[in-house]
């Protein structure tokens, strides 16, 4: 003990070039080293805090060493266990966080406090992080050791594959009323049509016996954990949940599970791990005396990366500017870290929203709808301003986030269907090319049944996966080529059934990097006038 006493006053001695804080407590420090050691070796210089005093106090350290002006990040890597006020052996093994008075989820049933470790991220009281903060949630020493390698692993596993590019959606039936459900099926489809770049693939997970996205009820937990285990860039969840569980499937009578903390135990991941993001109530309960679903997701060997949620009751149109302005940040500005992402993402939800191009913005929208529907201007920021609370990341805020290098393309802008389309493009890597023709997203190959009412026999229930699967199906046709870095042609058939907009969608994998590329292309019935080459535009490539 005297050694580990020791170090911890050598690394907490001042230092003008500490950008990383770490916080834990004193037995969690060898535990905490194979960290420390990773992160310094990349150029990172890392100062540890004891989590032996209250979370102001911890807090007024970390501001006390963001007076270098270097500070970027903040590890918090311990429980929140409410117990560890009265039982020192839980006190041992965690981190305090913040407790912060709910002003607007109190509305809608939720407790009157909100559990936050933004305190440890806002450096000069405006309730806005300045830094980037994530805990890891262990409950012990080995715990520790697990998530950290886990960690490293991720970051040093350079293998390319599928999951880099995609993304999988699950979505609950609602119950917030009509409104407020059809604004969280609005954001829904933004998500696949807009707030995602064509270059990427996505699936639909949807928890509505109408819907054709909607596996068989039966097997529904299966199919979830399915798309779990087939790894993914981004895991995302939208709809209501309780600590331990998400909303079950209703189907007449009967409820049928989605996914809880006991459907960990049967995840076998054989993709990459995704970032899971969940936008609902209470699945981020980090200090809850059970543990929530999103901690036991991330001490899973098999489960994210890291995860992201609500630790109370959370609402639809902040959650929705949130869910959004996390795709942004990823997408669109490509942060270089896990942190760095959230932050900016939870700066970019209280800033105004604006339009960008030639029709109105995905916030422009959500902010007119919650304005019409049950809020002022002013009351929209306070409820926004109340998730940045709500949100807190579980997982490493330091984890490195990778993306594709671009590939360009060219591709005639308008085709016929049953011919050939020759695909040409230019990609700084080699290895497997991938060239798909896919329909847009939200736009199925097939008419697909709609239902009107609940299934009842075997046949009815039966017909569910066919369905489910041919909706999540975007692609008409594939073709798989070797290539060296540099340009490649491909000759890519258009079936005779195809007809209107489409997408050219290239992905190429080496042993260690992808590359993505996506252009429109339009498909005719019949022969057009005149077939004009087009280069592809900037606003359809994924940056």
């Given at each position: 003990?005297?050694?580990?006493?020791?170090?911890?006053?050598?690394?907490?001695g001042?230092?003008?070039?500490?950008?990383?804080?770490?916080?834990?407590?004193?037995?969690?420090?060898?535990?905490?080293?194979?960290?420390?050691?990773?992160?310094?070796?990349?150029?990172?210089?890392?100062?540890?805090?004891?989590a032996?005093?209250?979370?102001?106090?911890?807090?007024?350290m970390?501001?006390?060493?963001?007076?270098?002006?270097?500070?970027?990040?903040?590890?918090?890597?311990?429980?929140?266990?409410?117990?560890?006020?009265?039982?020192?052996?839980?006190?041992?093994?965690?981190?305090?966080?913040?407790?912060?008075?709910?002003?607007?989820?109190?509305?809608?049933?939720?407790?009157?406090?909100?559990?936050?470790?933004n305190?440890?991220?806002?450096?000069?009281?405006?309730?806005?992080?300045?830094?980037?903060?994530?805990?890891?949630?262990?409950?012990?020493?080995?715990?520790?050791?697990?998530?950290?390698?886990?960690?490293?692993?991720?970051?040093?596993?350079?293998?390319?594959?599928?999951?880099?590019?995609?993304?999988?959606l699950?979505?609950?039936?609602?119950?917030f009323?009509?409104?407020?459900?059809?604004?969280?099926?609005?954001v829904?489809?933004?998500?696949?049509?807009?707030?995602?770049?064509?270059?990427?693939?996505?699936?639909?997970?949807?928890?509505?016996?109408?819907?054709?996205?909607?596996?068989?009820?039966?097997?529904?937990?299966?199919?979830?954990?399915?798309?779990?285990?087939?790894?993914?860039?981004?895991?995302?969840?939208?709809?209501?949940?309780?600590?331990?569980?998400?909303?079950?499937?209703?189907?007449?009578?009967?409820?049928?599970?989605?996914?809880?903390?006991?459907?960990?135990?049967?995840?076998r991941r054989?993709?990459?791990?995704?970032?899971?993001?969940?936008?609902?109530?209470?699945?981020?309960?980090?200090?809850?005396?059970?543990?929530?679903?999103?901690?036991?997701?991330?001490?899973?060997?098999?489960?994210?990366?890291?995860?992201?949620?609500?630790?109370?009751?959370?609402?639809?149109?902040?959650?929705?500017?949130?869910?959004?302005?996390?795709?942004?940040?990823?997408?669109?500005?490509?942060?270089?870290?896990?942190?760095?992402?959230?932050?900016?993402?939870?700066?970019?939800?209280?800033?105004?929203?604006?339009?960008?191009?030639?029709?109105?913005?995905?916030?422009?929208?959500?902010?007119?709808?919650?304005?019409?529907?049950?809020?002022?201007?002013?009351?929209?920021r306070?409820?926004?301003?109340?998730?940045?609370?709500?949100?807190?990341?579980?997982?490493?805020?330091?984890?490195?986030?990778?993306?594709?290098?671009?590939?360009?393309?060219?591709?005639?802008?308008?085709?016929?269907a049953?011919?050939?389309?020759?695909?040409?493009?230019?990609?700084?890597?080699?290895?497997?090319?991938?060239?798909?023709?896919?329909?847009?997203?939200?736009?199925?190959?097939?008419?697909?049944?709609?239902?009107?009412?609940?299934?009842?026999?075997?046949?009815?229930?039966?017909?569910?996966?066919?369905?489910?699967?041919?909706?999540?199906?975007?692609?008409?046709?594939?073709?798989?080529?070797?290539?060296?870095?540099?340009?490649?042609?491909?000759?890519?058939?258009?079936?005779?059934?195809?007809?209107?907009?489409?997408?050219?969608?290239?992905?190429?994998?080496?042993?260690?990097?992808?590359?993505?590329?996506?252009?429109?292309?339009?498909?005719?019935?019949?022969?057009?006038?005149?077939?004009?080459?087009?280069?592809?535009?900037?606003?359809?490539?994924?940056?």
């Amino acid at each position: 003990m005297l050694a580990i006493l020791l170090t911890i006053l050598l690394c907490t001695g001042a230092d003008p070039e500490v950008d990383t804080v770490a916080v834990c407590p004193p037995r969690f420090l060898p535990a905490l080293n194979q960290w420390i050691s990773y992160r310094e070796s990349q150029g990172h210089r890392v100062r540890v805090i004891p989590a032996i005093s209250s979370a102001a106090d911890i807090q007024q350290m970390i501001r006390d060493t963001a007076r270098n002006g270097q500070l970027r990040y903040v590890l918090l890597a311990g429980d929140a266990d409410p117990r560890a006020a009265a039982d020192d052996d839980v006190r041992r093994r965690c981190v305090s966080t913040h407790y912060a008075a709910a002003k607007v989820n109190v509305r809608w049933g939720s407790e009157p406090h909100i559990a936050t470790d933004n305190g440890y991220a806002d450096l000069d009281g405006d309730q806005l992080p300045d830094v980037a903060v994530g805990r890891l949630p262990a409950t012990g020493p080995a715990e520790l050791t697990a998530m950290v390698e886990r960690i490293i692993a991720y970051e040093r596993d350079r293998t390319a594959g599928p999951w880099q590019r995609r993304v999988n959606l699950v979505a609950g039936a609602g119950g917030f009323g009509a409104v407020l459900d059809g604004m969280l099926e609005f954001v829904t489809r933004q998500f696949l049509t807009d707030g995602i770049p064509p270059g990427y693939a996505t699936t639909m997970t949807y928890g509505s016996w109408r819907s054709p996205y909607c596996p068989d009820p039966r097997g529904f937990e299966d199919t979830v954990l399915a798309r779990l285990n087939e790894g993914s860039l981004f895991w995302v969840y939208l709809g209501h949940s309780q600590i331990t569980c998400l909303e079950p499937v209703h189907v007449a009578e009967r409820d049928y599970e989605v996914f809880s903390n006991d459907s960990v135990a049967r995840l076998r991941r054989t993709g990459g791990a995704p970032v899971a993001l969940f936008l609902s109530c209470y699945t981020g309960a980090f200090d809850a005396a059970q543990d929530c679903l999103a901690e036991r997701l991330v001490r899973s060997p098999h489960g994210p990366i890291a995860a992201l949620g609500g630790s109370r009751v959370t609402m639809p149109y902040a959650m929705a500017v949130m869910g959004s302005a996390l795709m942004e940040e990823y997408f669109v500005f490509q942060q270089p870290t896990l942190g760095d992402l959230v932050l900016q993402a939870k700066r970019r939800v209280m800033e105004p929203g604006s339009d960008a191009g030639d029709r109105p913005s995905l916030r422009h929208w959500l902010d007119t709808i919650a304005h019409a529907v049950y809020a002022s201007e002013d009351q929209l920021r306070e409820e926004r301003l109340e998730h940045l609370l709500l949100f807190n990341l579980l997982g490493d805020p330091l984890t490195a986030l990778r993306y594709p290098s671009e590939v360009n393309l060219t591709v005639p802008e308008e085709v016929v269907a049953g011919e050939i389309v020759t695909v040409t493009g230019e990609s700084e890597i080699g290895g497997i090319v991938t060239v798909e023709l896919v329909y847009p997203r939200g736009r199925m190959r097939c008419d697909q049944p709609r239902r009107t009412q609940p299934p009842v026999t075997l046949a009815e229930f039966g017909s569910f996966n066919r369905v489910y699967f041919d909706a999540n199906e975007q692609r008409w046709s594939s073709v798989q080529v070797s290539c060296e870095p540099g340009p490649f042609r491909v000759e890519l058939p258009i079936p005779r059934e195809v007809y209107g907009r489409c997408h050219i969608r290239v992905f190429v994998a080496d042993a260690e990097a992808h590359a993505l590329g996506a252009v429109p292309i339009l498909v005719h019935a019949t022969e057009p006038a005149a077939v004009r080459i087009a280069q592809s535009p900037a606003s359809e490539r994924p940056r």
